[in-house]
T-cell receptor
Framework: GNSVTQMEGPVTLSEEAFLTINCTYT??????LFWYVQYPGEGLQLLLK?????DKGSNKGFEATYRKETTSFHLEKGSVQVSDSAVYFC???????????FGQGTTLQVKP | GAVVSQHPSWVICKSGTSVKIECRSL??????MFWYRQFPKQSLMLMAT?????????EQGVEKDKFLINHASLTLSTLTVTSAHPEDSSFYIC???????????????FGPGTRLLVL
């Protein structure tokens, strides 16, 4: 079946540190991949997406590359800020069902 | 950007009571709304998909008589947890998808979630 696995949090970093949040998936067919972010008290927001292998999604300094050979979509940012503190969800949209399948979320805490 | 609200943001209730959660799209019309549930340290799990004016489609394993969904208008969907029990305690999140002309098929806007605790 379709599933998404993320690294467990919380991830605690100092400001300007490099961020990686790992995400791997299992899917039938060719899914689209997404990263969502949820800031405290707000709804999930789409951060970036990639729709096919080797695509790179990017937004607000965050990047993730769709790696079909390793079934991964790791989220990276070169220099995090305190304002990046949030919960990050990796997700896939299954090509056979069209539904979003989420990982469990990873909490990022950035300290000044 | 598009805003989706949920009410209440958290609720505590006694076992056996029913709880209604509202999901509203504030600045767009949503023909489709989704309800998810998240247990601690687990994934968001899709519970059901509701289309305005028609019956909701429930995911496998979700009891439709326990989780009543009503999508009576293009801006409001409600989830009622009937005869709630402690195992229903969870974080419930809705999302709304605008009418197709306003966004692509992947466009979903999420509410902030409702935390339910059943004692």
């Amino acid at each position: 079946g379709n599933s998404v696995t993320q690294m467990e949090g919380p991830v605690t970093l100092s400001e300007e540190a490099f961020l990686t949040i790992n995400c791997t998936y299992t899917a039938t067919g060719y899914p689209s991949l997404f990263w969502y972010v949820q800031y405290p008290g707000e709804g999930l927001q789409l951060l970036l997406k990639a729709t096919k292998a080797d695509d790179k999604g990017s937004n607000k300094g965050f990047e993730a590359t769709y790696r079909k050979e390793t079934t991964s979509f790791h989220l990276e940012k070169g220099s995090v800020q305190v304002s990046d503190s949030a919960v990050y969800f990796c997700a896939l949209k299954a090509s056979n069902t069209g539904k979003l399948i989420f990982g469990q979320g990873t909490t990022l805490q950035v300290k000044p | 950007g598009a805003v989706v609200s949920q009410h209440p943001s958290w609720v505590i209730c006694k076992s056996g009571t029913s709880v209604k959660i509202e999901c509203r799209s504030l600045d767009f019309q949503a023909t489709t709304m989704f309800w998810y549930r998240q247990f601690p340290k687990q994934s968001l799990m899709l519970m059901a998909t509701s289309n305005e004016g028609s019956k909701a489609t429930y995911e496998q394993g979700v009891e439709k008589d326990k989780f009543l969904i009503n999508h009576a208008s293009l801006t409001l969907s409600t989830l009622t947890v009937t005869s709630a029990h402690p195992e229903d305690s969870s974080f419930y999140i809705c999302s709304a998808r605008p009418e197709l002309r306003a966004g692509g098929p992947e466009t979903q806007y999420f509410g902030p979630g409702t935390r339910l605790l059943v004692l």
